[in-house]
């Protein structure tokens, strides 16, 4: 059975950093091209970035420079690390393969706020 669990979500003010965590099961993971999502209220999902099976990653260009997306195959888990943050990346976050072909998770919520 495919999961998708994302953790490691919160309140924190701006210019406040975030680790998320994705813990993966029921495919082939350590194969799999991965990515992290956002959806912040009344918006569609977006692409925040993406990881190859061997490491190599993008990234929006909204978050560039500020999240770092890793991946821990011997675990099963996906990172997404945040810093700098913004009001303006208050959304859920979610993960999955990068083409989005699987169901998804609940999503972990990050709320940017004073």
């Known amino acids: 059975q495919v999961q998708l669990v994302e953790s490691g979500g919160g309140l924190v003010q701006p210019g406040g950093s975030l680790r998320l965590s994705c813990a993966a099961s029921?495919?082939?993971?350590?194969?799999?091209?991965m990515g992290w999502f956002r959806q912040a209220p009344g918006n569609q999902r977006e692409l925040v970035g993406g990881?190859?099976?061997?490491?190599?990653?993008n990234y929006a260009d909204s978050v560039k420079g500020r999240f770092t997306i890793s991946r821990d195959n011997a675990k099963n888990t996906l990172y997404l690390q945040m810093h700098s943050l913004k009001p303006e990346d208050t959304a859920v976050y979610y993960c999955n393969t990068f083409s989005s072909g699987l169901n998804w998770g609940q999503g972990t919520q990050v709320t940017v706020s004073t």
């Open positions: 029921g495919f082939p993971y350590s194969i799999a091209s």
């Open positions: 990881i190859t099976a061997g490491g190599a990653t």
